[in-house]
């Protein structure tokens, strides 16, 4: 079964600076998604990012950039210039190429200090 | 373009009553997934429509059941409610089985 590994509950970033979050996944698939997903405290699960494992280009949206290593089964998420907006919790998730349904991590908060 | 939304946000029951969820996926989207997410947890799959069949289902009990109609709007329906039901529900729509999905605002239920 595919699992998802979130290690980092909490993280804390400088407003301006950048911050890693971390994730690692477990798949015996070879064609799958990965995805994070930002979860404000309004409780609405917004998607950041997403990538095909086939591709080997790292996705970029603005500030929000993966480090997607399929080798290693690892997908991080780095967030630059940071702002108190980013201040969510923050879900990786996993989509295999042959269902339909996404495996969560179990997230990590992210705090922005001003 | 509407995006997802759910009904209602909030919702009080008691044990053993039963409850029905609801959502519209958004549109030009065919697929809608639902998800429970306990607090302090990430969510997790209950089961899965794409065009008004059921498409996969989760570790979750027969008295979780739903439904998709053929505007591809959903209800989640939960039958004997127990304390641990207590959680957000929240639910995605894609366009189709392997699309990005986007989720609802979510149903806040708790059981007394």
């Known amino acids: 079964a595919q699992t998802v590994t979130q290690s980092q509950p909490e993280m804390s970033v400088q407003e301006a600076e950048t911050v890693t979050l971390s994730c690692t996944y477990d798949t015996s698939e070879s064609d799958y998604y990965l995805f994070w997903y930002k979860q404000p405290p309004s409780r609405q699960m917004i998607l950041v990012i997403r990538q095909e494992a086939y591709k080997q280009q790292n996705a970029t949206e603005n500030r929000f950039s993966v480090n997607f290593q399929k080798a290693a089964k690892s997908f991080s998420l780095k967030i630059s210039d940071s702002q108190l907006g980013d201040a969510a919790m923050y879900f990786c998730a996993y989509q295999g190429g042959s269902q339909g349904n996404l495996i969560f991590g179990k997230g990590t908060k992210l705090s922005v200090k001003p | 373009e509407t995006g997802v939304t759910q009904s209602p946000t909030h919702l009080i029951k008691t044990r053993g009553q039963q409850v029905t969820l609801r959502c519209s996926s958004q549109s030009g989207h065919n697929t809608v997934s639902w998800y429970q997410q306990a607090l302090g947890q990430g969510p997790q799959f209950i089961f899965q429509?794409?065009?008004?069949?059921?498409?996969g289902r989760g570790n979750f009990p027969p008295r979780f059941s739903g439904l998709q109609f053929p505007n591809y709007s959903s209800e989640l329906n939960v039958n004997a409610l127990e304390l641990d039901d207590s959680a957000l529900y929240l639910c995605a729509s894609s366009p189709g089985l392997d699309g990005t999905q986007y989720f609802g605002p979510g149903t806040r239920l708790l059981v007394l």
């Open positions: 429509y794409y065009r008004e069949e059921e498409n």
